[in-house]
């Protein structure tokens, strides 16, 4: 099989039909040159050039490989090229993780910073909770995830990414949407829709540790997984719930947010994780270009 350095010798005399000034540019002698057509001339099985003693001509068989070793010779570069750029980090797929809350605020704020700072690479992704992420991020099938905690740590790395406080979302005319800010004891026997202990643990862990600090309890009439499914109950005037404040993103119809008087000390958080060991060069790069913009001191 021909070589790559034969390949621009040959381009060189197409170009100049003259051995002597086609050494010149290729900062060779005359004698190697001439040995480099000769061995692609024995690998094609065709002659290339016509050569007398004061010209240097194509054969037909010269005419026709000239455009294909061009687009070889451009191929070839072009792979080295990319090859070089996916190596730097500069280009390639990276694929992430994130909860189904954390596309209200988080995801866009991500996709401005990657296409900010990583315009050629491919930003891939996955909506799953925080358990399905741990599996693929273990499984390799994740360069990172925005998780809720706790996870298994263990051979990983995070970062805080969001904190948000938690709001009271009432239904427009509700006797705690409007007035004076509300107070978490306004709470105590409210009908009050609650995130459930098992698809909605993170949110119902905060809320019941948020409801346990301010030593009240509601009357709980609904256990919902995501916030958005709460919204639409308050909407329904269902009843009231607490919210991340990225909730203000949705524009749920007939719900009004309000901040809390005192604001609960406990906010909701939002981390980014990724195994400490990685292969990938364009998530390395995410990750000391577009995190930093994202996390959350």
């Known amino acids: ?66 455009p294909e070793a061009k687009q070889m010779l451009r191929l070839a570069e072009g792979a080295i090229v ?32 990657a296409m900010e700072e990583m315009p050629n690479v491919d930003l891939v992704l996955r909506e799953m909770d925080s358990a399905h992420q741990m599996e693929a991020l273990a499984a390799g099938r994740l360069d990172a995830g925005a998780v809720r905690l706790p996870v298994d740590r263990r051979g990983m790395e995070l970062a805080c990414v969001m904190r948000e406080q938690m709001l009271l979302a009432a239904p427009e005319g509700h006797a705690l949407a409007e007035g004076k800010p509300p107070n978490l004891r306004d709470l105590e026997r409210m009908p009050f829709i609650m995130y459930s202990p098992t698809e909605g643990r993170y949110f119902y862990d905060l809320t019941s540790g948020i409801l346990r600090a301010a030593e009240i309890e509601p009357s709980y009439v609904q256990h919902v997984s995501e916030v958005h499914t709460a919204l639409a109950l308050v909407s329904a005037r269902a009843g009231v719930a607490l919210v991340p404040a990225a909730a203000r993103n949705l524009l749920v119809r007939g719900v009004v947010l309000r901040e809390f008087d005192p604001a609960p000390r406990t906010q909701a958080e939002l981390h980014m994780i990724w195994r400490r060991r990685q292969d990938n060069p364009a998530f390395v790069t995410f990750r000391n270009l577009v995190l930093p913009k994202l996390v959350d001191f």
Not at 91 to 113: E, K
Request: aromatic residues 10%; charged residues 20%; contains cysteine.
């Open 82 to 113: 990319s090859a070089k750029r996916v190596a730097r980090g500069e280009v390639g797929p990276v694929t992430l993780g994130f909860t189904p809350g954390s596309s209200y605020a988080f995801v866009p704020r991500l996709v401005a910073a």
């Open 1 to 66: 099989m021909f070589e790559f350095s034969q390949l621009r010798c040959f381009l060189a005399v197409a170009e100049d039909l003259h051995f002597g000034r086609a050494a010149q540019r290729m900062n060779m002698t005359q004698p190697p040159l001439s040995r480099q057509i000769q061995l692609l001339e024995h690998e094609l099985g065709v002659t290339l050039f016509e050569r007398t003693s004061r010209a240097v001509k194509m054969t037909p068989a010269g005419r026709t490989f000239l």
